[in-house]
Every structure is written in structure tokens, then in C-alpha cells.
């Protein structure tokens, strides 16, 4: 305890940044957010049990390279989204989650996108935007590239984003998203 002290106040007087940062785990209902984060955490720290649906927002913290993620898991309830402008501000970067096989519900996740990206405390910033489509396991899922062309991700030119199919379930795919956000984050950080 008392060295983990120490070791912090040298990177202080060495002015080495620790590197952190803030960020939102968006998207609708069961796009698989929580499940998502569940795989970032260490072996110790994952749920091996089946992830339960987040009612309001969950607090994950997980390490990509050298930054420290705080991750913000918001629930995607229709009652509990107008929750997600209260984060909006201290946020330095979205991950935003897509359930590539619910073709029903893009146009909701078009609307809630649109107004993420116009809210006064998003617009403005040059936040780094991760979306993840999701469940690339199901028969019926999307591709990454109509997710994007139904999403007009193109009309997008402010902010750096950046898309990739995962399975939360066995992990495959996020990792190649993490390392982009990560790189985003550093780029910004220094």
C-alpha cells in the first residue's frame, strides 16, 4: 500500500500521466453491452454465471495497453436512455453497441444515434466513436458495412468512429475494436 503511494507521487514529480479515461457503453436493450465489458474484465474480476440486463447504468473498469478504461455501461431501456445525456459531458469516448440481427429496431438505433451526435455536449468534441455490431454469430446479422450504410455513419466527419462485427458471447471481435479506441485515446491523451 504504502509503495503503491510512492510509486505514485515519482510518476507525479516525473510529470508522467497516468493515462485514464471515461467512457459510455451505449446502445439499445440487449445489444449485449454488459455482456460486451464482461469479456474486457481480467479472468478474476469476469462473471462466469449468465450477465443480467442493466438497469440503469453498471460501472466496469478494465486496462487496454496503458490507459485505465472507466467504463459507464448505460442501460438501453427505452425509460432509462434519456439517462445517457447526464454522461455526455465528462465523457472522452462511446462505445455503442448494435444488435446486428435486430433488423426491427435500426431505425430506433439511427434516432437515439442522431441524437447522441447532436446533443450540445457531444457535438462539439472530437470524440472517438467505437460502434460494435453485434451477436455476428446469429444467422440473420447484418454486416458490418450495412449497419453502417443504414446508420449514414458517413455522414459522420467530426468525429473519428470506427466499426466492427463482434460476438460478445466468446469475445471475438472486440479486441480489434479496443485496440482502435485505445489508439484514438492515446493519440489524445499525449
Known amino acids: 500500500m504504502k509503495i503503491m503511494g510512492i510509486l505514485d507521487k515519482l510518476i507525479n514529480a516525473f510529470g508522467i500521466k ?3 479515461a471515461r467512457i459510455l457503453v451505449l446502445g439499445l ?4 453491452k454488459s455482456t460486451l465489458l464482461n469479456q474486457l474484465k481480467n479472468d478474476d474480476n469476469k462473471s462466469h ?8 447504468f453498471n460501472i466496469e473498469k478494465f486496462k487496454n495497453q496503458n490507459i485505465g478504461f472507466t467504463a459507464f455501461d448505460m442501460s438501453g431501456q427505452g425509460r432509462y436512455r434519456e439517462l445517457w445525456e447526464h454522461y455526455y ?38 470524440i472517438p466513436i ?28 467530426d468525429k473519428p468512429w470506427h466499426i466492427c462485427t463482434t460476438n460478445a458471447l466468446n469475445g471475438d471481435g472486440i479486441q480489434e475494436g ?7 485515446l492515446c ?3 499525449k
Open 18 to 20: 497516468k493515462k485514464e
Open 29 to 32: 436493450n440487449n445489444s449485449g
Open 49 to 56: 454465471s449468465e450477465v443480467v440486463p442493466t438497469v440503469g
Open 89 to 126: 459531458k465528462d465523457c472522452e469516448g462511446i462505445i455503442f453497441v448494435i444488435d446486428s440481427s435486430d433488423k426491427l429496431r435500426l431505425a430506433v438505433v439511427k434516432d437515439e444515434l442522431d441524437l447522441l451526435i447532436q446533443h450540445p455536449d457531444i457535438s462539439p468534441k472530437c
Open 130 to 157: 467505437l460502434f460494435l455490431a453485434n451477436k455476428k454469430d446469429l444467422r440473420d446479422a447484418l454486416s458490418s458495412i450495412k449497419i453502417a450504410s443504414s446508420l449514414h455513419l458517413e455522414r459522420i466527419q
Open 178 to 184: 479496443i485496440q482502435w479506441l485505445t489508439q484514438q
Open 187 to 189: 493519440d489524445k491523451i
